[in-house]
């Protein structure tokens, strides 16, 4: 009986569990999607020391994480650059890059670009036939990052350094997608 304990998995996951073959695979679709790093990491940093800590049984799995809740903890001490600058201080170290999200990217078809999520679908929706348009639901959306009704900006959160670290640790995809900060 086999369970997938996460809700992202890899083509070569999918292949190392034996859910599907290469050739299965490789006949199918794909579509995934990608986000800005610098937008990314704020909203991230803001659900860990808002939402995922005042809702706790609404994100049991973030409390359940012992990655995620240390990392909530940090968010709740300190401010966003030292936050950011604990999260990321292993590649700083080794002068190393975030490559994970690349094997989400590596065998898609298609990556839709979150800044532009509905026009990504639409298009998703077009290569696979989908005439009808399906509009995509606000959900998930980080409330924390608003002031009354103006969307904080990530200047306003970042400093020198961990604008530059963040810039440094996240270059593959930053330069692959052509992110620019601010």
Do not use: C
């Not at 300190?78 to 065998?107: C, M, N, V």
Request: proline share 4%; hydrophobic share 35%.
């Amino acid at each position: 009986d086999l369970q997938i304990k996460k809700h992202h998995a890899t083509w070569q996951d999918l292949q190392d569990a034996g859910l599907m073959t290469r050739e299965q695979l490789d006949g199918l679709f794909k579509f995934t999607s990608v986000r800005n790093p610098y937008d990314l990491l704020v909203s991230r940093y803001l659900k860990r020391k808002g939402r995922f800590v005042n809702e706790p049984n609404k994100y049991r799995w973030a409390q359940e994480n012992p990655k995620i809740k240390a990392s909530m903890d940090a968010a709740q001490e300190q401010p966003f650059a030292e936050w950011i600058a604990g999260q990321l201080h292993r590649h700083k170290e080794k002068g190393s890059t975030i490559k994970g999200p690349l094997e989400y990217l590596d065998h898609a078809d298609y990556v839709i670009r979150f800044e532009a999520l509905q026009a990504g679908f639409d298009e998703v929706l077009k290569r696979l036939g989908v005439n009808d348009a399906i509009p995509i639901v606000a959900e998930n959306v980080t409330s924390e990052r608003k002031e009354g009704a103006k969307k904080r900006h990530d200047t306003e959160v970042y400093d020198y350094a961990s604008r530059e670290l963040v810039g440094r640790v996240y270059a593959p995809i930053i330069e692959r997608f052509g992110y620019k900060f601010g």
